[in-house]
């Protein structure tokens, strides 16, 4: 069946660093990509989105790109803060109700 | 904004008992659905609704079963709770009409003793 694999699990980065959270895909009519955050003790937030027909999306500090050719997209925060200390989950869409979700990754961000 | 009530944060029922959790949105949303979330496996999808009294199974709808009598209502009801369903339970909301971002509750953290 459909599923998405993202990378880390963990992830643990200095204030000011970048991070980078991986995802590959495998149903090729997936179109809409999301990423939402999740704080503790909240349920998931949409952070930022992107569409088949783009290759990347800018939001301040955050950024996605798309890679439809290799079923791949990230997301890209810049200048790291701590609260950016979160779960990260991707996930893929391809119309109709059923949206996937990644595994999740937990970012830490020491100050 | 999108406002998705649960009706309680933390739950604690013991083997065998029948459990039920609310979600209450107040966006007119169409479609509902309910996600249990454990660590490592991310976010599975139990069962989803996209209209009233219509519900559509996901991907883990065992020892499940839903309602939605109420366009902003969505129920989560498992009829004999068993330990392997501790986890936290969210329910999300999506506006329909091709619109894909959901819309997600604090969540209900269900222990089974």
């Known amino acids: 069946g459909e599923n998405v694999e993202q990378h880390p699990s963990t992830l643990s980065v200095q204030e000011g660093d970048s991070a980078v959270i991986k995802c590959t895909y495998s149903?090729?009519?997936?179109?809409?990509f999301p990423w939402y955050k999740q704080e503790l003790g909240k349920g998931p937030q949409l952070i930022i989105d992107?569409?088949?027909?783009?290759g990347e999306k800018k939001d301040q500090r955050i950024a996605v790109t798309l890679n439809k050719t290799a079923k791949h997209f990230s997301l890209h925060i810049t200048e790291t803060q701590p609260e950016d200390s979160a779960v990260y989950f991707c996930?893929?869409?391809?119309?109709?109700?059923?949206?996937?979700f990644g595994a999740g990754t937990r970012l830490f961000v020491k100050a | 904004d999108v406002k998705v009530t649960q009706s309680s944060r933390y739950l604690v029922k013991r083997t065998g008992e029948k459990v039920f959790l609310e979600c209450v949105q107040d966006?007119?949303?169409?479609?509902m659905f309910w996600y249990r979330q454990d660590p490592g496996l991310g976010l599975r999808l139990i069962y989803f609704?996209?209209?009233?009294?219509?519900?559509e199974k996901g991907d883990i709808p065992e020892g499940y079963s839903v309602s939605r009598e109420k366009k902003e209502r969505f129920s989560l009801i498992l009829e004999s709770a068993s330990t392997n369903q501790t986890s936290m339970y969210l329910c999300?909301?999506?506006?329909?009409?091709?619109?894909?971002?959901?819309?997600f509750g604090p969540g209900t953290r269900l222990t089974v003793l």
């Open positions: 149903d090729s009519a997936s179109n809409y």
């Open positions: 999300a909301t999506e506006p329909g009409q091709g619109t894909d971002t959901q819309y």
């Open positions: 609704s996209y209209d009233v009294k219509m519900k």
């Open positions: 966006m007119d949303h169409e479609n």
């Open positions: 996930a893929s869409h391809t119309g109709g109700f059923k949206t996937i």
């Open positions: 992107i569409r088949s027909n783009v």
